[in-house]
């Protein structure tokens, strides 16, 4: 079979039959489903919670370090017109 005729075959089993899952494994299936998205909606909301959590942390440092003054200088200038 080349490429083209196995295609064909591929798509003539898949429009004959429609997917379904068995009826004993139906409730399984709901039943892991649920857990994967309640799993998710967790991680999403604790990687929401992180990111606020460094947002409030740089917002405090910022404010209480000030990065964007410049530092008082340590030497004095020299003087010149003694």
């Given amino acids: 079979m080349n490429r083209p005729e196995r295609e064909a075959a591929v798509r003539r089993i898949m429009e004959r039959s429609v997917p379904s899952v068995p009826q004993e494994l139906y409730g399984e299936v709901v039943?892991?489903?649920?857990?994967?998205?309640r799993r998710r909606r967790a991680v999403r909301?604790?990687?929401?919670?992180?990111?606020l959590a460094a947002t409030v942390a740089f917002v405090v440092w910022a404010l209480t370090a000030?990065?964007?003054v410049e530092p008082p200088?340590?030497?004095t200038p020299p003087l010149t017109d003694w």
């Fill in 45 to 51: 909301r604790l990687l929401w919670l992180l990111l």
């Fill in 31 to 37: 039943r892991r489903g649920a857990r994967m998205l």
């Fill in 66 to 68: 000030q990065p964007w």
């Fill in 73 to 75: 200088s340590d030497t």
